[in-house]
T-cell receptor, first 109, second 117 residues
């Protein structure tokens, strides 16, 4: 079983729609969680950290469910510029990073 | 602005050539940097951990004689792909943070797209 798994998508949504997807992790001792955004042929860029209580940054909301071992990302009022691959990154208690393969989101006009 | 810089961003070389990729932390000292490889539609795979002033730590299955890592200063790590072959073609990315073994997020370099003909 992979340490971090994501639905690869693609999620094709119209502008203005809400899209949400999850990332599951296998190591129950994982302690830090992040969502990165990666555009085609570019490096990953930090989108937001994921806190235990859940957190919001503008149109983006991240949630953590430790009991079920997953994190989620919700994008409200999707923009064309939100089209990208969203990577889930998990840091275990030994500080080793694990990456998901990414979820592709395509926002259409 | 970018806090980790990687150079070059794109390399096209003939088979058998050795290619050096640089990773620099711009506004912090990085005693540890990480090198990854990413194939299309796949996740980043950690290749090795670069440690300033000491030998790199390689992940299982990564040939240390093939992928030479040098971390000669607190702001620079280099990855040399020796005698590169077409199967080495990939997207190579480095990452660093001011606190590598912590819960702080990593900052990634721009990535280097390596194409071996």
């Amino acid at each position: 079983r992979k340490e971090v798994e994501q639905d690869p998508g693609p999620f094709n949504v119209p502008e203005g729609a809400t899209v949400a997807f999850n990332c599951t992790y296998s190591n129950s001792a994982s302690q830090s969680f992040f969502w990165y955004r990666q555009d085609c042929r570019k490096e990953p860029k930090l989108l937001m950290s994921v806190y235990s209580s859940g957190n919001e940054d503008g149109r983006f909301t991240a949630q953590l469910n430790r009991a079920s071992q997953y994190i989620s990302l919700l994008i409200r009022d999707s923009k064309l510029s939100d089209s990208a691959t969203y990577l889930c990154v998990v840091i275990a208690n030994d500080y080793k990073l694990s990456f998901g393969a990414g979820t592709t989101v395509t926002v259409r006009a | 602005g970018a806090v980790v810089s990687q150079h070059p961003s794109w390399v096209i070389c003939k088979s058998g050539t050795s290619v050096k990729i640089e990773c620099r932390s711009l506004d912090f000292q990085a005693t540890t940097m990480f090198w990854y490889r990413q194939f299309p539609k796949q996740s980043l795979m950690l290749m090795a951990t670069s440690n300033e002033g000491s030998k790199a730590t390689y992940e299982q299955g990564v040939e240390k004689d093939k992928f030479l890592i040098n971390h000669a200063s607190l702001t620079l790590s280099t990855l040399t792909v020796t005698s590169a072959h077409p199967e080495d073609s990939s997207f190579y990315i480095c990452s660093a943070s001011a606190e590598p073994y912590s819960n702080q997020p990593q900052h990634f370099g721009d990535g280097t797209r390596l194409s071996i003909l």
